[in-house]
C-alpha cells in the first residue's frame, strides 16, 4: 500500500502562483504513472494532469493546459503541480494520486490510492 502526502495549498488572489507536492512513500513510485485531480464544493472529483512514471508523457484538463506543469522527482519519490495564472475557478481541494499502470490516463478509476488533499483557494 503506498501513502501520499501532499502540501504546499494556500489562500491566494487571482494571477497568483503556486507549487504542489506530493510525497509518496511505500510503493516503488517510479513504476507508476501519477497523477493531481481535484474537488470543488458541490462538484465531482475531476482530473487535473498526469505524468508518465518516466515523466516523459504529460496530459493535462483543457482548463489548466498552457497555465499548469505536473512533474516528479522519483529518486525522492515527489509528484509536483506547479500552478500559474490561477482563476477563482480553480479553488477546489487538490489531491496527488497513483495510478494502478505505467503509462497516462486521466480517469478515476486508474487511480489506486489516494492522498488526504491539500486545499487551494484563489480569490478575484
Known amino acids: 500500500q503506498v501513502q501520499l502526502v501532499e502540501s504546499g495549498g494556500g489562500l491566494l488572489q487571482a494571477g497568483g502562483s503556486l507549487r504542489l507536492s506530493c510525497v509518496a512513500s511505500?510503493?516503488?513510485?517510479?513504476?507508476?504513472?501519477m497523477g493531481w485531480f481535484r474537488q470543488a464544493p458541490g462538484k465531482e472529483r475531476e482530473f487535473v494532469a498526469v505524468?508518465?512514471?518516466?515523466?516523459?508523457?504529460?496530459n493535462y484538463a483543457d482548463s489548466v493546459k498552457g497555465r499548469f506543469a505536473i512533474s516528479r522527482d522519483n529518486a525522492n519519490n515527489t509528484l509536483y503541480l506547479q500552478m500559474n495564472s490561477l482563476k477563482p475557478e480553480d479553488t477546489a481541494l487538490y489531491y496527488c494520486?497513483?495510478?494502478?499502470?505505467?503509462?497516462?490516463?486521466?480517469?478515476?478509476?486508474?487511480?489506486?490510492?489516494w492522498g488526504q488533499g491539500t486545499q487551494v483557494t484563489v480569490s478575484s
Open positions: 511505500g510503493r516503488t513510485f517510479s513504476n507508476y504513472a
Open positions: 494520486a497513483v495510478s494502478r499502470f505505467p503509462y497516462v490516463s486521466s480517469g478515476a478509476v486508474d487511480f489506486g490510492s
Open positions: 505524468i508518465s512514471r518516466s515523466g516523459v508523457t504529460t
